[in-house]
């Protein structure tokens, strides 16, 4: 049984159908399904309309406004993916990161759960960042100098934002239980490492 199975429009509020247009326009429109489903956690968002205008505000401010080149917003989306065992946010971003430019070795290694080779100034910042974040709950003085010195201040705090958001995005489609779409549901073997 679905979790949060679309709405149709006649059991919408107001403010549901507003989100629902504004969900089908835009970038957004590329999540939509064939059935008609929003796609992602995007019908489970309808749930809240208010909450969902305010993600997706912050969703576009990362998409359209964000000081950080979009393949290292990518990345740090793609780490917070594999990070959550996020099969559906892993399968939508690592094709976008990949073609805003972020080197394939990159998501084949954070896949793997390795430390990617060949990362340049920028992405180095982004992997110890989130890496320290996500292990020591903090940031190391070196790191943070370190980053300072490929970034603004505003760069980095955007970096933790964005991980931030998606943390939120995972946790959505976690408890709407949204596999991946495609013909791998589990690429980030999600199934395999809850089973034991």
Known sequence: MERFPPLSEDKMDAAQREMALHYRSGWRSQLAQADGRLGGPLDAMLRSPEL???????????????????????????????????????AIHRPWAEREGLPCSIGDALMAHK????????????????????????????????????????????????????????????IAEIPAPGNNPDPLGRQSSTAS
């Not at 305010?54 to 979009?70: A, G």
């Not at 920028?122 to 903090?138: D, G, K, M, N, S």
């Not at 964005?162 to 976690?174: E, M, P």
């Open 115 to 174: 430390r990617p080779p060949d990362m340049s100034a920028q992405e180095e910042a982004v992997y110890e960042i989130l890496t320290e974040l996500r292990e020591l709950f903090e940031v190391t003085d070196s790191t943070f100098t370190k980053a300072k010195k490929v970034f603004t201040e505003r760069q980095i705090l955007e970096l933790v934002a964005v991980s931030g958001l998606y943390t939120l995005v995972a946790r959505v489609l976690a």
């Open 52 to 90: 969902a205008k305010r993600i997706s505000q912050l969703s576009d401010y990362f998409r359209t406004e964000t000081t950080l080149p979009q393949h290292l917003n990518e990345m740090a989306i793609i780490m917070t993916a594999r990070d959550n065992r996020s099969n559906y946010e892993w």
